[in-house]
């Protein structure tokens, strides 16, 4: 999905420097072959708080190394070191081999859910219907 992302090397500085997000790297033979940029969230529905992995990418040639489990097992110990109830992200219904890997962690997926968004346009739009 590489055409789809939009944001910059600026952006993420950004997110990073506000306070918005925060990036692990995974690395290998001093090389950075991985990263998960996550936020912590909570849940009215729930009463729970979270991490939620926006972004987690593990290099093609390193994937089946092993790499992506230790880099769950870290969030998943933070997680519980902020004393949050869950870890959370989304995976794209496609995506069998990254679906394969979260089973294989006896990770769930939430089914009775869908993601709605509001992209800048919209936005503007729902903003201005409000005036």
């Not at 910059?8 to 072959?33: A, C, K, M, N, P």
């Not at 006896?106 to 089914?111: F, I, P, Q, R």
Request: a negative charge; hydrophobic letters at 35%.
């Amino acid at each position: 999905m590489r055409d789809k992302i939009t944001a910059t090397e600026e952006d993420f500085h950004r997110l990073l420097s506000e306070g918005r997000g925060e990036t692990i790297f995974g690395q290998y033979d001093g090389e950075t072959v991985a990263f998960i940029y996550f936020y912590q969230n909570s849940s009215a529905f729930t009463g729970q708080t979270g991490l939620y992995i926006d972004g987690f990418l593990v290099d093609e040639a390193m994937k089946g190394k092993g790499l992506g489990k230790i880099m769950m097992a870290y969030m998943s110990q933070l997680a519980l070191e902020r004393d949050c109830q869950r870890l959370e992200w989304g995976c794209l219904d496609w995506n069998q081999p990254a679906i394969d890997f979260y089973r294989k962690l006896d990770a769930y997926s939430v089914e009775e859910m869908r993601i709605y968004r509001f992209g800048p346009e919209q936005l503007e739009s729902n903003a201005n219907s409000f005036n």
